[in-house]
C-alpha cells in the first residue's frame, strides 16, 4: 500500500512538474489551406487532391473567397502573393489595384485644399482598377497544372448553390445597412436582413465568373463584362475608363528577405509596406531576450511598440509605389539602420512619438482584407493578402455582375499628413497619381528554417497587419507555442499616429496595463477592436502541418 502511495504521489508530482500541453489546430500529412471560410478552404483542397498544385489552390480558393466571403474576398479588388516552390525558389505578384488615369493628386480635397469626408472611401469614386482577375491568371499562366475549366467548375457551382450565412456575416451585413444605402442607387442583394442560416445565392457573379472560366482574363479587362463594369462606374459618378481595365496588369516583385535568430523570412516588398515594416521591427527587437521577458509582459509590449512605432513612422514618409518613387530599401532593412532608430529607446518611459520622426536617410531622385495560406503535397507553399480595402470596399455593388468594388484610393495619401480610414498618416511618396498603385500594409510571409518550409502566414486588419503577422512569428519562435495558440493569443498595435497602444479587450491583464500607463504609454481599449484574422501554417518537426484558423472570424483549415 505504501508503494502504491509512494508511486501515486510520484506520479502527481511528475504530473504537476510537466509543462502544460499545448492546444494543436487542424493537422494534416501532405497539404493544407487556411482561409477566411471553409468553404474556400475546401474547394482548394479539392483542387489539390485532384492533383493541382498551390497555385491552381489560389486560383480556386481566390474566387471562392469572391463568392463565400463577399466583405473582403473578391473579383473588384485586388491583391499580393508570396511563393516559395519546393525548390527553393521565391518570388512575388503584385496584382495590387492602380489609380485611374483619370485620377489626381487633389481629387479628395475641396477648395480649401481640406479633405472631403468619405470621398475617398464611399461610392464610385474611391475604387482603383482592380487587379484580382489579372492577378490569378497570371499566376495560373506561369504555374498552373490544371485547366481553368477545372479550377473554376467548383467555384461557380458554389456561387449557384449558395452559401450558408454565418452568425458573424448576419451581424456585418446588419452594420453595413446605412453605407449600402448611402452608396447605391438601386437595392442590392445584401440590403435585405439575412440572418445566419440563410442562403445566399451568387447567380449575377457565377454568371460573370463563368464568361471569366470561357473567355479568360480578357473577359474582365476588354470583354463584355469590362464593358458592363465600366457602364456602372460611369453611371454612378466614377472615372474608370475601358482604357483603365485594358491597360491593367500585374507584376512580379522581388520578395523581401531578412533574418531573425535562425529564421530566414520572406515577405511582400513596395508597393506594400509590409515586408520593409516587419523587416524593421524584427531588426529592432532582436537584440533583446523577449523570451526571458515573458510573452505580453511589461518590457516585451515595450520593446515591441517602440519598435513598430519607429518603423510606421518611416513608413509614413519613404514608402509608396516602387515605379514612381525611389525607396531607400536596403538602408531601411539593415539591422544596423533599425538598431540605430532604437538608440534612443529606454524601458524607463515611453518616446513620444512627437520625438520620433522618420530616420536619416538621403533618398536620391533617378486596411479590409482576407488573407489565406496554402502548403500542396509537392511542397510548394504561397502566401496570398487580398482585398478591397474596407468592409465591402466602397459599399458600391454592381448588381449585373454580382461584386463589390474596392475604396483602394483612399489608401493613398489624400493630402500629405493627412490620415486615412485606418489613421495611417501619409506623405509625398504616395500621394495620388495615374496608374500608380497605392500603399499597402499588407504582409503575407513566408519562412525558412535550417533550409527548410517553416512557417506561411499572413492577416486582414488593415494598419495592423504588420504588428499581427510580427506577434503571431513571436508567439511560435519566442514563446512556444503551437500554430493556433500563437494565432489565438491576444494581440496589441501601436502605429506611431495616433500615439496609442491598441490593446484587444479583457485581453490583458490589469497590472500590465497599470504599469504601463506609469512609463506614459496611452492606450485604447474598445470592445469591438479586432487586430487582424490569421491565416497560418506550419510546418512541424515530423513534417506534418499545423493550421492555426483565426476565433476572430469564421476563418477553417482544410487539408489531407
Not at 68 to 95: S, T
Not at 252 to 280: E, H, V
Request: hydrophobic fraction near 40%.
Amino acid at each position: 500500500m505504501k508503494k502504491l502511495l509512494l508511486f501515486l504521489s510520484c506520479s502527481l508530482v511528475l504530473l504537476h512538474c510537466s509543462p502544460p500541453k499545448k492546444t494543436h489546430g487542424l493537422t494534416t500529412q501532405n497539404a493544407m489551406i487556411v482561409s477566411a471560410r471553409a468553404e474556400a478552404s475546401q474547394i482548394g483542397v479539392a483542387i489539390l487532391q485532384q492533383g493541382g498544385n498551390a497555385f491552381d489552390a489560389m486560383v480556386a480558393t481566390e474566387l471562392a473567397l469572391a463568392v463565400a466571403y463577399p466583405y473582403a474576398g473578391n473579383i473588384g479588388g485586388g491583391g499580393f502573393m508570396v511563393y516559395r516552390k519546393n525548390d527553393g525558389e521565391i518570388g512575388a505578384l503584385d496584382y495590387r489595384e492602380k489609380a485611374p488615369l483619370a485620377a489626381s493628386k487633389n481629387m479628395y480635397l475641396d477648395h480649401n485644399e481640406e479633405v472631403i469626408p468619405g470621398k475617398s472611401t464611399l461610392g464610385a469614386l474611391s475604387v482603383g482598377v482592380p487587379g484580382t482577375i489579372a492577378g490569378v491568371f497570371e499566376v495560373h499562366r506561369k504555374f498552373g497544372t490544371l485547366s481553368i475549366q477545372e479550377i473554376l467548375s467548383p467555384v461557380i457551382a458554389l456561387a449557384k448553390r449558395g452559401v450558408a450565412v454565418t452568425s458573424k456575416q448576419a451581424h456585418r451585413i446588419a452594420n453595413y445597412q446605412s453605407a449600402f444605402l448611402e452608396a447605391n442607387k438601386d437595392s442590392i442583394l445584401f440590403q435585405k436582413e439575412w440572418k445566419e442560416n440563410d442562403t445566399i445565392r451568387y447567380l449575377a457573379l457565377a454568371e460573370t465568373l463563368t464568361r471569366i472560366q470561357q473567355k479568360g482574363a480578357k473577359e474582365f479587362y476588354k470583354g463584355e463584362t469590362a464593358k458592363r463594369l465600366v457602364k456602372f462606374m460611369q453611371e454612378n459618378g466614377g472615372i474608370l475608363t475601358l482604357e483603365d481595365l485594358e491597360k491593367y496588369e500585374p507584376k512580379w516583385r522581388k520578395p523581401i528577405r531578412f533574418s531573425y535568430d535562425d529564421l530566414n523570412i520572406i515577405s511582400m516588398s513596395p508597393p506594400s509596406s509590409g515586408g520593409i515594416c516587419l523587416a524593421q521591427i524584427m531588426n529592432a527587437i532582436e537584440p533583446f531576450p523577449l523570451n526571458e521577458y515573458g510573452h505580453n509582459s511589461v518590457k516585451a509590449i515595450q520593446v515591441i511598440t517602440e519598435a513598430e512605432r519607429r518603423s510606421y513612422a518611416d513608413r509614413s514618409f519613404y514608402l509608396g509605389d516602387p515605379d514612381f518613387v525611389s525607396i531607400p530599401q536596403e538602408a531601411l532593412i539593415s539591422k544596423e539602420y533599425s538598431q540605430k532608430r532604437m538608440a534612443n529607446f529606454s524601458f524607463e518611459k515611453a518616446t513620444p512619438s512627437s520625438e520620433v520622426s522618420h530616420g536619416n536617410i538621403q533618398i536620391i531622385e533617378s486596411d479590409e482584407t482576407t488573407h489565406y495560406s496554402i502548403v500542396d503535397a509537392f511542397g510548394n507553399a504561397i502566401s496570398v493578402t487580398t482585398t478591397i480595402n474596407g468592409g465591402y470596399g466602397s459599399k458600391l455593388y454592381c448588381s449585373d455582375l454580382g461584386f463589390f468594388l474596392n475604396n483602394e484610393m483612399d489608401d493613398f495619401s489624400s493630402k500629405p499628413s493627412s490620415s486615412n480610414m485606418f489613421g495611417l498618416v501619409g506623405a509625398k511618396a504616395n500621394e495620388i497619381a495615374p496608374e500608380k498603385r497605392m500603399l499597402s500594409s499588407m504582409t503575407p510571409t513566408i519562412i525558412e528554417k535550417n533550409g527548410q518550409l517553416y512557417m506561411i502566414l499572413g492577416t486582414p486588419g488593415g494598419s495592423t497587419i504588420i504588428t499581427s503577422v510580427l506577434q503571431t512569428i513571436l508567439n511560435v519562435h519566442e514563446f512556444d507555442m503551437s500554430m493556433q495558440e500563437a494565432v489565438n493569443a491576444a494581440r496589441f498595435h501601436h502605429q506611431w499616429l495616433p500615439d496609442e497602444i491598441q490593446l484587444e479587450p479583457n485581453s490583458f491583464s490589469s497590472t500590465v496595463i497599470e504599469k504601463l500607463k506609469s512609463l506614459n504609454y496611452q492606450f485604447t481599449e474598445s470592445e469591438s477592436l479586432v487586430i487582424g484574422k490569421v491565416a497560418a501554417i506550419l510546418v512541424l518537426e515530423n513534417g506534418t502541418l499545423e493550421g492555426g484558423a483565426d476565433k476572430r472570424g469564421d476563418d477553417a483549415a482544410a487539408g489531407f
